[in-house]
């Protein structure tokens, strides 16, 4: 059996193998388990001929041909298939290198890579394994293979590749470490910054630019009438809408006039220098082509320049060139315009700095117009013009003026764009000498355009190279201000909803406009508006994309970091609760060593300047504070060695004192309150939500929240509080307990809330989801004999996670009948199971039901109808 690719994943935030977006795939190798490349004669020079730019890459020895050296002395398909994915990147020119490759268990292996845009990194790793298998297999590939497979990723490319406008922001965005979510990538749409600071481009239309303003600016007519009004200097026109109207007003405009579309852009069907009524007819025909209505204005003699305003501002100037060629006394017209375009600067459309010269309707009519064919053989030395226009955007190039502009114009052209009102823009205008002042028949403003290409700025053709995408990024993020809000990330293997829930209630108290994710949904400013289990990147994004969020609270669960890594690029707060047997089986996971893993990413991904929140009493405390960014922060319920550290260190903590809540920040400290004034923890009677409140108080504390507010949620927050956690319900005398405990640590805390119930009996209903290994799913069991005295184990469908039925209850029920408690029951469907403890409890005892509900509404699915019919 060949290699099996089970799967092939986009992680598109920080993630378990790397803090920036990789691609990740896991396969199986089946008999390619134990080839190396060293077994197959001819497979390093194979690959090396096909792929020469391999011998760059420098593998674990740090040199140059140190991938040559692994594949000469044998490495394995995961290993090479990951080098050449990179490679396969980097010959489209996109810069990546990092890769990583994983043993998982017998021959199944991870690989990673790094990527920038996600298909075309897709598509680079499944086409990395099949020609390596091939490779391997002893086929051969030919170079016109190679060149299918790239030409295939280069299509793809295409799709997904950002202009140079758009990249040139987002670089500058990232420079200034300010976050980034792409949002639509056909209309190179992102949004810079979180929360309430963010701000969306479009490329270089921003959210703080006018729609009344675009209109105005697309209306050329109405443009220069509003301008004209306001004493600037343009040139007069009329719009008109057939050809006889047209010749009309040349005529009282006085020849050479200019023809061009009323609402077109980019330098489309625009005609210049127009002498006669011949040159208006053909002219008005190519215009009419992208627009209804045509203007016809004044010719104004001289160059063209493109000004690039932003907020109000001139950064940059630049005179557009028309595309021309320049003979050679041998090649035809069309061949030259061919040689133009093979400059790696060329390219379709705005993809590159440069756009390809077309031979088209415009350009033919205007080389007729010089006496000149396509097909002509240019004499040596003679220049000829392609069109009269130098827009970037139909092939012209530019030279940088910035600093050659009179101020005067400057401050005509800033007034121009203070009046349309965009707040970025390009004024394009027709100027004979830059130096001296509009007027005189010294040129005028021709148009502005919303919308403004940063090419021509960015890498002009001739002069100084203008970073004007920093302008952009500066005008809508000034100084000081990455686009940030404070993101609190809390993972854990127990109480992260909890934690997540009451830090919310404390910062909401406070004032913030919280959005908060977690199993049971997403909370905006205390309103749930999605309902489900919401603990993964795509939640993430949903709050952070909401402009009313001030702070975000999420729950970070580990199978939203495994599968799709984290929905953020780095938090305020990491905050890991605690590392305990749970999902061991699940997704490769075997030990607490893999959970560790996978949990440490959440305070990894931290801020220089923020804070990693870590409990004291967990046994990898010390491992994850090795691992962990920012500033450690540590709670405990009690004085231990760790805190003693940590005081030492003048690093932050809270702990428990004297049934005390003591807060410490470097040399100051404080009491924040009594134990016993806990309400949601019963005055500390219940360790685990002990922990949970003393980790969101020492949040609350990081976030600079008032001792006196955090007080006063503590005093009012009951344990029952949050849907599906300690949801307590009297029934006929007896206490009906709705909790989400599903693991064995989680269940044995149960028992402090057990003995402070101090029922007759205590009674439980139990789902646990089937993709546990056996191990765990029978320490389930063994924790739910030691604390309950009847154990009635049931099973969702949808927890059975392809595990037989029958198996997941006796795996379960044979760690409780190890125990000493009195009854153990295995009952399949779940209202059965319920209807069985209800009517089988006696006045006083308690019941327990540990089904893995999220809130209020699978409770009443469930339990409505049990309890009308008990």
Request: glycine letters at 8%; a neutral charge.
């Amino acid at each position: 059996m060949g290699l099996e690719v089970r799967r092939i994943r986009a992680l598109e935030g920080a993630n378990v193998f790397a803090l920036f977006p990789v691609i990740y795939g896991e396969v199986k190798l089946n008999e390619f388990y134990n080839i190396s490349s060293s077994d197959v004669p001819g497979f390093t020079e194979s690959i090396t001929t096909l792929f020469p730019g391999l011998q760059n890459h420098k593998c674990s020895y740090g040199v140059k041909g140190g991938f040559i050296k692994r594949l000469k002395e044998g490495t394995y398909l995961p290993h090479i298939s990951e080098h050449l994915c990179i490679e396969l990147q980097n010959i489209l020119g996109i810069p990546v290198k990092f890769g990583k490759s994983i043993w998982i268990d017998d021959d199944i292996y991870w690989v990673a890579v790094e990527y920038v845009y996600k298909d075309t990194g897709t598509l680079a790793l499944k086409y990395s394994f099949e020609i390596v298998e091939k490779l391997l297999s002893g086929k051969t590939i030919s170079h016109e293979e190679v060149q299918t497979y790239l030409h295939d990723l280069k299509k793809v490319l295409d799709e997904e590749k950002l202009g140079p406008s758009t990249q040139a922001i987002i670089n500058s965005a990232k420079k200034r470490k300010i976050p980034i979510i792409p949002i639509d990538l056909r209309w190179s749409m992102f949004q810079l910054g979180y929360g309430k600071k963010a701000v969306k481009i479009s490329a270089t239309i921003t959210s703080k630019t006018s729609l009344l303003a675009g209109d105005i600016a697309k209306d050329k007519y109405m443009t220069k009438k509003i301008l004209e009004r306001m004493g600037i200097h343009v040139p007069r026109g009329y719009v008109v809408s057939n050809l006889d109207s047209a010749l009309d007003a040349a005529h009282k405009i006085g020849f050479p006039v200019v023809i061009k579309p009323l609402d077109s852009h980019h330098g489309k069907g625009v005609i210049s220098d127009i002498k006669e009524d011949r040159e208006v007819k053909l002219a008005f025909l190519v215009a009419s082509k992208y627009s209804r209505k045509v203007m016809i204005e004044e010719h104004l003699t001289g160059d063209d320049y493109r000004f690039l305003v932003i907020n109000g501002k001139v950064v940059a100037a630049s005179k557009r060139i028309p595309p021309y060629i320049i003979g050679d006394g041998k090649s035809t017209i069309k061949e030259l315009v061919d040689k133009l375009n093979s400059d790696p600067l060329r390219g379709e459309g705005h993809e590159n700095y440069l756009t390809r010269v077309k031979l088209e309707e415009e350009e033919i009519s205007y080389l007729r117009h010089q006496g000149f064919t396509p097909s002509d053989v240019l004499p040596s030395g003679i220049k000829v013009y392609l069109r009269k226009n130098g827009n970037l955007s139909t092939g012209g190039i530019a030279i940088d003026v910035t600093e050659e502009v009179h101020l005067e114009i400057i401050n005509e052209v800033e007034r121009a764009a203070k009046t349309v009102g965009l707040d970025v823009c390009g004024v394009d205008a027709i100027i004979k000498d830059i130096k001296r002042p509009l007027g005189n028949r010294n040129g005028g403003i021709i148009e502005i355009n919303a919308a403004p290409g940063l090419r021509m700025h960015l890498r002009p053709t001739e002069g100084k190279k203008r970073n004007v995408a920093d302008a952009i990024v500066d005008y809508l993020f000034p100084k000081n201000d990455d686009g940030r809000i404070p993101v609190i990330a809390v993972t854990g293997t127990n109480g992260k909803t909890s934690v997540v829930k009451l830090l919310g209630k404390i910062l909401s108290k406070e004032g913030y406009k919280v959005g908060m994710s977690t199993t049971g949904g997403i909370y905006i400013n205390d309103k749930k508006i999605i309902s489900g289990d919401t603990t993964g990147p795509w939640s993430t994004r949903i709050i952070l994309q909401n402009p009313d969020v001030e702070v975000a609270v999420l729950e970070v669960a580990r199978g939203g970091i495994w599968r799709r890594g984290l929905g953020y690029d780095r938090a305020f707060i990491g905050c890991v609760l605690n590392i305990r047997e749970d999902h061991l089986g699940v997704d490769g996971i075997k030990s607490k060593e893999d959970i560790f893993w996978i949990k440490s990413l959440v305070t990894e991904a931290v801020l220089p300047s923020g804070f990693s929140v870590l409990n004291a009493e967990d046994e990898y405390c010390e491992k994850l504070m090795a691992r962990a960014k920012g500033k450690p922060a540590l709670f405990s319920t009690k004085y231990n060695e760790n805190i003693k550290n940590a005081l030492e260190k003048q690093y932050p903590v809270i702990y428990v004192e004297n049934n005390r809540v003591l807060f410490a920040n470097g040399k100051t400290s404080e009491e924040i309150i009594p134990v016993k004034s806990i309400n949601y923890a019963m005055g500390g009677k219940i360790k685990a939500h002990l922990e949970n409140a003393l980790a969101a108080i020492l949040i609350a504390k990081l976030m600079g929240v008032p001792t006196k507010t955090i007080k006063e949620v503590l005093k009012d927050t009951s344990i029952s509080e949050f849907d599906g956690r300690m949801n307590i319900i009297n029934f006929e005398n007896k206490t009906v307990i709705i909790d989400y405990a599903h693991n064995p640590d989680a269940i044995l805390h149960l028992k402090d809330f057990v003995q402070i119930l101090n029922p007759q009996e205590s009674w439980c209903v139990v789902a646990i989801p089937g993709d546990r290994n056996n191990d765990i799913l029978k320490k389930d069991g063994k924790a739910l004999g030691k604390v309950f005295d009847h154990v009635i184990v049931t099973a969702r469908e949808s927890d059975l996670r392809g595990r037989d039925k029958d198996d997941l209850l006796n795996r379960i029920a044979d760690g409780a009948d190890e125990t000493d408690c009195k009854e153990v029951r295995k009952i399949g469907e779940c209202k059965a199971a319920l209807r069985y403890a209800l009517n089988n409890a006696k006045s006083g005892d308690a019941i327990f039901i540990l089904l893995g509900l999220s809130g209020p509404e699978e409770l009443s699915d469930i339990l409505g109808s049990v309890f009308n019919s008990t």
